[in-house]
């Protein structure tokens, strides 16, 4: 069992909204990354924050931007909505930066309409 | 930037087949190299990992992988698969000390027969 957990499970939005996703890493963990999952694609890496600063980012752009806390766990912020940001969004936490051995949570589901 | 290819996207077997799930990745620098499965319903788990040394690794369940530097492939490997190992088979990459995230592949679909 993972000790990632994200929040919500499942989100509608509608386009041009808002939203914001939350996960609390695995204890120990300095460093949590987010990706994006869309349907019968893999994971696409979207940033990664390592002891509260963004060390690392993908292909996404700038509406796409996240906060690290110091208790380590994290927030994933998306603003102007768009219609193709329906994915799986999934967090995932590591403790050794460089072999980046990540354990992943479960996802929030976002559907925008 | 680097990239990883599955070549299998569904695969079905019969119980006791052996699997050999198919992954290249385009890098020319030093890479770590991952296997994720999801069963259906759970999240995503680290089925085994290269970093260096021994070119055969060998995870949890009785998967192993062996990574062929001149080929760029890191291939999954099952001598005799279950109906429990019914998932989602991820192939992934790091590279760059671990800033850039993992470069996951698209995925196999394996369904296994009782």
């Known amino acids: 069992e993972t000790g990632v957990t994200q929040s919500p499970t499942h989100l509608i939005k509608t386009r041009g909204q808002q939203v914001t996703l939350r996960c609390s890493s695995q204890?120990?963990?300095?460093?949590v990354s987010w990706y994006q999952q869309a349907l019968g694609q893999g994971p696409q890496f979207i940033f990664q924050?390592?002891?509260?600063?963004?060390?690392g980012r993908g292909n996404f752009p700038p509406r796409f931007s996240g906060l690290q806390f110091p208790n380590y766990s994290s927030e994933l912020n998306v603003n102007a909505l768009e219609l193709d940001d329906s994915a799986l969004y999934l967090c995932?936490?590591?403790?050794?930066?460089?072999?980046?051995?990540?354990?992943f949570g479960a996802g929030t589901r976002l559907s925008v309409l | 930037a680097q990239s990883v290819s599955q070549h299998n996207h569904h695969v079905i077997l019969s119980e006791a087949a052996s699997l050999e799930l198919g992954c290249n990745y385009s890098y020319g620098g030093t890479v770590n190299l991952f296997w994720y499965v999801q069963y259906p319903g759970q999240h995503l788990q680290l089925l085994l990992k290269y970093f260096s040394g021994d070119p055969l690794v060998k995870g949890i369940k009785g998967f192993e992988a062996e990574f062929i530097k001149s080929k760029f492939s890191f291939n999954l490997r099952k001598p005799s698969v279950q109906w429990s190992d019914t998932a989602e088979y991820f192939c992934?990459?790091?590279?760059?000390?671990?800033?850039?995230?993992?470069?996951f592949g698209k995925g196999t679909h394996l369904i296994i027969q009782p």
């Open positions: 995932a936490s590591s403790f050794d930066i460089g072999k980046n051995i990540q354990y």
């Open positions: 924050y390592y002891r509260e600063e963004e060390n």
């Open positions: 204890s120990g963990h300095n460093t």
């Open positions: 992934a990459v790091g590279t760059g000390g671990g800033a850039d995230g993992l470069t």
